[in-house]
């Protein structure tokens, strides 16, 4: 499912309905699903607007279960490393500038700015597809040959994700039985796999 914006389509694959339906159906108390629909929107036009301010062209923007890519238009040559870097880091940043911003107004923000920031600080995880992971890849593909950058990329994924775990697993073990955290690393887990 998808639609266009004059050259630019938006796709929508049905993983990514599937991934929202599990998502909402956890969250019992439907407060913060504002918060939340709005720190992924900044989140992705913060992306969106790098690609711009760097001259990528995009063709299309797809949204499913591991992510949103953005995918460039055919014909055009590959943006340097630098500029692929700003467009990965422009997300989570455009996130933790929010957050800063909430916690400085006066009122009740406490809790968009703490969606902001939790949300910006996980797409910093250098691991498999969230920014941080495509980050790092961007970084060593830049100084290192493949395989090792490959290699050294899989390191950092587990080396991030063996922590979440345990601490996912702390958690189910809980009074709450919260399983959210440990269900995100197998999640995360299958995105590695899948790169």
Known sequence: ????????????DFSFFAMLGVFLSLEHSGQNIGHIFF?????ELGHLAATFIVHIPMD???????????????????????QEAFVYLAGPMMNLCCASGFLCLPGK?????????????FQLLPVGALDGGC?????LGRFLE??????LGMVLSIAALIPLAIAGWM???GEQRNFTL???????MLSIWKK
């Open 1 to 12: 499912m998808g639609f266009r914006f004059g050259d630019f389509t938006v796709f929508f």
């Open 39 to 43: 720190a992924l929107l900044i989140h």
């Open 60 to 82: 299309r923007m797809c949204f499913s279960c591991f992510g949103i890519e953005l995918v460039r238009k055919q014909g055009f040559s590959s943006a340097g490393w630098k």
């Open 109 to 121: 923000f406490e809790t968009a700015a703490a969606v902001h920031l939790v949300l910006g600080l």
């Open 135 to 139: 980050l790092a890849d961007v970084v």
């Open 146 to 151: 493949p395989g090792k950058a490959e290699f």
């Open 171 to 173: 958690l189910m073990r």
């Open 182 to 188: 440990l269900l995100c690393c197998a999640f995360l």
